[in-house]
Nanobody, 128 residues
Framework: QGHLVESGGGLVQAGESLTLSCTASGLTIVNYAMGWFRQAPGKEREGVACIIWSGKKTTYTDSVKGRFIVSRDNDNSTMTLRMTNLRPEDTGSYCC?????????????????????WGEGTQVTVSS
């Protein structure tokens, strides 16, 4: 059964940078699109970024465009989220996820609600 584990969360000040990693096991990751999601207490879960199986297409929520970059390394079954110029509103539990998808999977809204493999999450806290 597929298993995803996140790492790299922590406490940082506004304006600083942080990089999160997700490592997959028990599945052939080249067959899957992957994504990063976040959730803060009292708020709905939000899709942050999506990357297709090849890594050649990515999608970001508007609030992180120009600040976050998602990438993947299929040979090592990993996905990375590079976050820069962090803001207090970026605070939340960040989870990685995966789902079977073709080259257009991240281009529409479906990726935000159809991921089926999930990690437990890593906490990111940005102080003001």
């Amino acid at each position: 059964q597929g298993h995803l584990v996140e790492s790299g969360g922590g406490l940082v000040q506004a304006g600083e940078s942080l990089t999160l990693s997700c490592t997959a096991s028990g599945l052939t990751i080249v067959n899957y699109a992957m994504g990063w999601f976040r959730q803060a207490p009292g708020k709905e879960r939000e899709g942050v970024a999506c990357i297709i199986w090849s890594g050649k297409k990515t999608t970001y929520t508007d609030s992180v465009k120009g600040r976050f970059i998602v990438s993947r390394d299929n040979d090592n079954s990993t996905m990375t989220l590079r976050m820069t110029n962090l803001r207090p509103e970026d605070t939340g539990s960040y989870c990685c996820a995966a789902e079977w998808g073709d080259s257009d999977y991240c281009s529409g809204p479906a990726w935000q609600t159809t991921m089926n493999y999930w990690g437990e999450g890593t906490q990111v806290t940005v102080s003001s």
